[in-house]
């Protein structure tokens, strides 16, 4: 039976995306395991950690990775260069598979080294991509940059005065390691990072696949919104809109837009009833004072039951991200029946079917965006998943990957 090992900082990041691949392998009797860097699951035979050191050189690496990156303008989001990194070739799990899946190793776990140490190993090496870095010079959006299709150079996230033109010497470090080995595979979950794949100078003659990410459909489900709101303490004849606020300060969230969007509602005066729902984090007086509505904050959800009962309690669930891959809130939203409104960006458009099972706002607009909220609640829309996010099927089409890699 072929094995496949997932590498990744933190086993929940990336809305859980290895976790759920993982566990979907095994029902299908692949034999999966993964390697993480963070302690933030119950470890298993087949759930294993890095070592105290790895993590000392993590700490270390977040300390050189401020001095590269104290000058980057945030707007941009962020940019990871990883200077130590650890060696994972020679762990148990990694020297047992046949098949690796490299997913976010970002945050200090491995640099461009240890990418080359486990090519070197002569397995397949499935690069999964959760946001644009892989293809990039070191960011991980490049927003309306497309200097990744030719080569990364004199990069806009770091002042014209820079001595060191970090972008461009990573981005020729990616170019040989890709070059240097055929076994170096690449997933996306979206279309877009799909596309943009094929058009990077990177990876433009590397074997792309595009496989969406995973979302069981047992558990994230509607469960009657009534139920859901009598758990919460909810009343049950509030209008709810609700929105993930983890952190409001990200050049990739899109706060501003989505604030001036409630303020167009609130001026409407169509409204006075609705309640803003704020999860991701605790009580945030900039929020409060800032949002003409109630609001109430249900702090960080740290179980997935919890979260398919807020999903369940509101009526749309907004997502003004200005630049995301795959949004995992956005599809297990749809899958609880709930409609979510958002900006016709990255993955976004994946998931969400026009005025059907949600709202696509024009790009960075306001308006549209206080528009698809109210289009939403006045037609009572329900949000659904469509056929293509089956797991079924999405496990097969893995299936089919880790055959083609291996013959």
Not at 58 to 70: E, K, P
Not at 102 to 120: E, K, T
Not at 136 to 157: A, I, N, P
Not at 371 to 388: A, H, M, V
Request: with cysteine; hydrophobic share 40%.
């Amino acid at each position: 039976m072929t094995k496949i090992i997932h590498i990744q900082k933190s086993v929940l990041s990336t809305g859980r995306a290895p976790l759920r691949l993982h566990n979907a392998m095994l029902e299908e009797n692949i034999d999966s395991s993964i390697f993480s860097l963070d302690f933030d699951v119950n470890l298993t035979d087949r759930i294993k950690v890095a070592g105290r050191n790895s993590r000392i050189k993590a700490r270390l690496d977040d300390y050189f990775q401020s001095v590269i990156s104290c000058k980057v303008k945030r707007q941009f989001g962020m940019f990871s260069y990883v200077v130590i990194g650890s060696d994972v070739s020679a762990h148990e799990f990694v020297r047992n598979a046949d098949i690796i899946y490299l997913h976010w190793v970002q945050g200090g776990f491995m640099n461009l080294s240890n990418y080359r140490q486990l090519a070197n190993l002569g397995k397949p090496v499935i690069i999964f991509m959760h946001d644009m870095w892989s293809i990039t010079g070191g960011c991980h959006h490049s927003f309306d940059c497309d200097k990744y299709k030719k080569d990364c150079f004199k990069c806009q996230m770091f002042p014209e005065e820079s001595k060191i033109d970090w972008a461009h010497i990573e981005f020729r470090k990616k170019k040989k390691l890709y070059s240097d080995f055929k076994n170096i595979y690449f997933v996306s979950p979206s279309k877009w990072l799909y596309n943009c794949a094929r058009q990077s100078f990177l990876t433009i003659d590397k074997p792309v696949f595009h496989i969406p990410n995973i979302v069981d459909t047992r558990l994230y489900k509607p469960v009657g919104r009534k139920l859901a709101r009598k758990l919460l303490s909810i009343d049950e004849n509030d209008t709810i809109v609700a929105f993930g606020a983890f952190s409001i300060s990200s050049a990739y969230k899109g706060w501003n837009e989505l604030l001036k969007a409630l303020n167009i509602l609130s001026s409407g005066g169509l409204y006075k009833d609705l309640t803003v729902l704020v999860f991701g984090g605790g009580y945030d007086r900039e929020i409060a004072d800032k949002i003409q509505f109630k609001t109430r904050f249900m702090g960080f959800l740290k179980d997935e039951y919890s979260t398919v009962l807020v999903y369940n309690s509101i009526d749309v669930f907004v997502t003004p991200s200005l630049a995301d891959n795959f949004p995992t809130t956005v599809l297990e939203c749809q899958a609880c029946g709930t409609p979510v409104v958002g900006f016709d960006v990255g993955g976004i458009p994946d998931i969400i079917k026009h005025r059907e099972n949600g709202y696509l706002a024009k790009y960075r607009d306001p308006e549209d965006l206080a528009n698809g909220i109210s289009f939403c609640l006045e037609n009572k829309t329900r949000g659904y998943l469509l056929p293509s996010f089956e797991m079924g099927d999405l496990v097969r089409k893995h299936k089919d990957l880790i055959a083609s890699v291996t013959k």
